[in-house]
């Protein structure tokens, strides 16, 4: 039997095929929103905030004394990808990956920079867990962020920079990163909790018997979403985890700690995981005992009405024969005694079966 697969589920991987390494294709969804490019660059006690219009306008902020976050919105946009890494001297194999949304999550070392890589998750309009890729690129007193689109979960990180919230804008640029990926490991908790609650909702209706015939596709639905979570969250543990042992000069003893928070948020988030999963295949193993149930109480009407009905058909097949002589077929009321037999056989029938409980 010849498997046939969707084509979607190759042509990302075919763009790579015979390519130079260091060449930048996107692979993503095609889309026509416009690039996006907004900085902050901030002190302990001041903040401008900008919108960037073109890549060359992030150069004067590489080798400032203030801290510089800037986020790019749009990674179909390669060329100006392009351009802010030569601005920024970025390994063509760093850009490579910031515009291959299939890579796993990792952390790569260089000399002057970190590169991180990680999975943003939330549900949209429709309900359905998008995943997005997130790409960090830590220097001296800068962060570079690289998302697919317009949207994320950094709008709290934004309000702390604005106001002076918390300990953000008197820290360096390691910390700003810890922020942003606490924000992103954060949401995870909106997305578990979401799915715990769906498995719940369906667990009750198995238990109640309410469940609807399209029960079991809901089943394959949430397993799918939660193989998908799993598949973007439980690599980011490595990665922090190296993060928490990492020897480099970007990366100040004094914010290890939060990342070691951070990497105690995703091995709950990640057990929760194993948690949900285990409770999805007892779902499906519920649905179908819910399923062999029914059938095995539509079998047992089937058999106790044909139980019941083998001794009167008997009879009746007996006296519906067609030999001439049968005495019975003489006598004046046969039929009605022949009639009060079959009642009394259905009521003893009836009683039997109450007393071993079958009814």
Same mark, same amino acid.
């Given at each position: 039997?010849?498997?046939? @697969?969707?084509?979607?589920r190759?042509?990302?991987?075919?763009k790579?095929i *015979?390519q130079?390494?260091g060449?930048?294709?996107?692979? *993503?969804?095609?889309?026509?929103k416009?690039?996006?490019i907004?900085s902050?660059?901030?002190?302990?006690?001041e903040i401008e905030?900008?919108?960037?219009?073109?890549?060359?306008?992030?150069?004067p902020f590489?080798?400032?004394?203030?801290v510089?976050?800037?986020?790019?919105?749009?990674? #179909?946009y390669v060329?100006? %990808?392009?351009?802010?890494?030569?601005?920024?001297?970025? #390994?063509p194999?760093?850009?490579?990956?910031?515009?291959?949304?299939?890579?796993?999550?990792?952390?790569?070392e260089?000399e002057?920079?970190?590169?991180?890589?990680?999975?943003?998750?939330y549900?949209?309009?429709?309900?359905?867990?998008?995943i997005?890729q997130?790409?960090f690129?830590l220097?001296?007193?800068?962060?570079l962020?690289?998302?697919?689109?317009?949207?994320d979960? @950094?709008?709290?990180?934004?309000?702390?920079?604005? #106001?002076?919230?918390?300990?953000?804008?008197?820290?360096?640029?390691?910390?700003?990163?810890y922020?942003l +990926?606490d924000a992103v490991?954060?949401?995870?908790f909106?997305?578990?909790?979401?799915?715990?609650n769906k +498995?719940?909702?369906?667990?009750?209706?198995?238990?109640?018997?309410?469940a609807?015939?399209?029960?079991?596709s809901?089943?394959?639905?949430?397993k799918?979403?939660i193989?998908?979570?799993?598949?973007a969250i439980f690599?980011l543990?490595?990665?922090?985890?190296?993060v928490e042992?990492?020897e480099?000069?970007?990366i100040?003893?004094?914010? +290890?700690?939060?990342y070691r928070?951070?990497?105690? #948020?995703?091995?709950?988030?990640?057990?929760?995981?194993?948690?949900?999963?285990?409770?999805?295949?007892s779902?499906?193993?519920?649905?179908?005992?819910?399923?062999?149930?029914?059938?095995?109480?539509v079998m047992?009407?089937?058999? %106790? %009405?044909s139980? +019941? @009905?083998?001794?009167?058909?008997?009879?009746?097949g007996?006296?519906?024969?067609?030999?001439?002589?049968i005495?019975?077929?003489?006598?004046?009321?046969?039929?009605?005694v022949?009639?009060?037999?079959?009642?009394?056989?259905?009521?003893?029938?009836?009683i039997? @079966?109450k007393?071993?409980?079958?009814?």
């Amino acid at each position: 039997m010849k498997l046939k @697969f969707k084509k979607k589920r190759t042509e990302n991987y075919k763009k790579h095929i *015979g390519q130079v390494p260091g060449t930048l294709v996107y692979t *993503g969804k095609k889309s026509d929103k416009a690039l996006h490019i907004e900085s902050f660059d901030y002190s302990k006690d001041e903040i401008e905030e900008t919108v960037l219009l073109k890549a060359e306008d992030a150069i004067p902020f590489k080798d400032t004394d203030s801290v510089t976050w800037i986020n790019v919105n749009g990674l #179909h946009y390669v060329e100006e %990808i392009e351009r802010i890494g030569s601005q920024y001297d970025l #390994h063509p194999l760093v850009l490579e990956d910031i515009v291959n949304t299939t890579q796993r999550p990792k952390i790569d070392e260089y000399e002057d920079y970190l590169f991180v890589v990680l999975k943003m998750l939330y549900y949209d309009e429709q309900e359905q867990i998008v995943i997005e890729q997130v790409s960090f690129v830590l220097g001296k007193n800068y962060v570079l962020t690289f998302q697919e689109a317009e949207g994320d979960v @950094f709008d709290s990180i934004r309000d702390r920079l604005r #106001h002076g919230k918390g300990r953000i804008r008197g820290q360096k640029s390691d910390y700003l990163m810890y922020a942003l +990926i606490d924000a992103v490991v954060d949401n995870y908790f909106s997305i578990i909790e979401t799915l715990g609650n769906k +498995i719940e909702d369906l667990e009750t209706q198995l238990f109640a018997g309410d469940a609807e015939n399209d029960v079991s596709s809901e089943i394959q639905e949430l397993k799918r979403e939660i193989l998908k979570v799993r598949r973007a969250i439980f690599p980011l543990r490595e990665v922090i985890s190296r993060v928490e042992k990492i020897e480099h000069h970007l990366i100040y003893k004094r914010t +290890i700690t939060y990342y070691r928070d951070i990497y105690d #948020h995703l091995i709950q988030v990640s057990e929760n995981i194993d948690i949900y999963r285990e409770m999805i295949w007892s779902l499906m193993d519920m649905y179908m005992t819910t399923i062999s149930n029914r059938m095995n109480e539509v079998m047992k009407v089937l058999t %106790i %009405i044909s139980s +019941i @009905f083998i001794p009167l058909t008997f009879l009746a097949g007996i006296y519906g024969m067609n030999f001439e002589y049968i005495p019975e077929l003489t006598y004046r009321y046969g039929y009605f005694v022949l009639l009060g037999v079959m009642v009394l056989i259905f009521i003893g029938l009836l009683i039997y @079966f109450k007393r071993r409980k079958w009814l």
